[in-house]
Nanobody, 131 residues
Framework: VQLQASGGGLVQTGGSLRLSCAAS????????MGWFRQAPGNEREFVAT???????YYADSVKGRFTISRENAKNTVTLQMNMLKPEDTAVYYC??????????????????????????WGQGTLVTVSS
């Protein structure tokens, strides 16, 4: 699977951005898709995940502001980011996991937060939120 993220840019505090991730391959619907981000000097951190069937999970820092969605027919996953804050500034990466698709829901909420659970990564798109 190859992933191509886009949609990053510069936005003011309180603004919105919509990130997209296009995936190659015919088995896109089988993958759990996630978004992570990495700010300068920080480790990569979990943002949101979505499984085919509608299950979603968010980091506490973005809950209520960000929405992850997917369109299997178009092999895309999006991250709608509203009420952006300067601390949201980071490079955002989309990722795909085949093994998470077999995880039980109870374990998914924990395992989906771990970058090591994802098999494929996009190149990243920069989001900068000015104060």
């Amino acid at each position: 699977v190859q992933l191509q993220a886009s949609g990053g840019g510069l936005v003011q505090t309180g603004g919105s951005l919509r990130l997209s991730c296009a995936a190659s391959g015919r088995t896109f619907r089988n993958y759990v898709m996630g978004w992570f981000r990495q700010a300068p000097g920080n480790e990569r951190e979990f943002v949101a995940t979505i499984k085919t069937g509608g299950y979603t999970y968010y980091a506490d820092s973005v809950k209520g502001r960000f929405t992850i969605s997917r369109e299997n027919a178009k092999n895309t996953v999006t991250l709608q980011m509203n009420m952006l804050k300067p601390e949201d500034t980071a490079v955002y990466y989309c990722a795909a996991s085949e093994k998470l698709s077999r995880a039980i829901i109870g374990a998914l909420s924990f395992r989906s937060r771990l970058a090591s659970e994802y098999d494929y990564w996009g190149q990243g798109t920069l989001v900068t939120v000015s104060s």
